[in-house]
């Protein structure tokens, strides 16, 4: 496509030559102008089409079997909930790949594939539930310190991650579990199942 606007635009240049003892001097430099316009434009086009394909499909180099990555994801699963790595404020990718023995690439390939999220919304998930927790158990905390205990390095994040979550802010799910005298959420769940 660029050799062809290349070819195009010395025929124009060519052609703006040759008719020039016709017409006027500037319909030279006019062609010219439209030459590199035209040169320009097919090339960025070019390079759009190009990158389009490598947006598609991000892990194509790197595919895991589907079995071996629900696998793998239920043992981090499995991690998570029993070592509490989440609380952790300075938990990474990389130090999560390396508990787990495992490139960071395919820790986080197998979280975005298989459970639809990113990296942070992942872990976020798993600080929250732990939040919920201590929101409605140990009441007498303040918001600071239950972002701080949950794994959280400040309190913006903590209350953004709580709402986009659950769909409300802490303080209004600590309301409301306040003015029921039941059980805990936790402690329901596991009624529930038992």
Excluded: W
């Excluded at 319909?27 to 316009?37: C, D, K, P, R």
């Excluded at 991000?58 to 793998?72: G, M, P, S, T």
């Excluded at 130090?95 to 872990?123: P, R």
């Amino acid at each position: 496509m660029l050799l062809l606007s290349v070819y195009f635009g010395s025929f124009l240049i060519l052609l703006a030559y040759v008719s020039t003892p016709f017409t006027s001097y500037i319909v030279g430099a006019l062609s010219f102008t439209f030459s590199i316009h035209i040169t320009i434009l097919s090339y960025l086009l070019q390079n759009e089409v190009v990158a389009d394909p490598e947006k598609k499909e991000k892990y194509q180099n790197r595919k895991l079997a589907q079995k071996d990555a629900i696998a793998l994801l239920e043992s981090l699963n499995k991690m998570m909930h029993e070592q509490q790595l989440y609380l952790n404020p300075m938990l990474s990718l990389a130090m999560l790949a390396k508990k787990m023995g495992s490139l960071q690439t395919t820790i986080s390939q197998v979280i975005n594939e298989n459970s639809g999220k990113s990296f942070n919304a992942y872990i976020n998930e798993f600080r929250i539930e732990y939040a919920k927790d201590l929101l409605v158990q140990e009441s007498h905390l303040n918001m600071e310190l239950v972002a701080e205990r949950s794994g959280f390095n400040s309190d913006s994040t903590f209350f953004a991650a709580f709402k986009k979550i659950t769909g409300q802010t802490p303080a209004s799910y600590r309301a409301a579990f306040a003015a029921k005298p039941t059980s805990p959420p936790a402690a329901q769940d596991c009624q529930v199942s038992i």
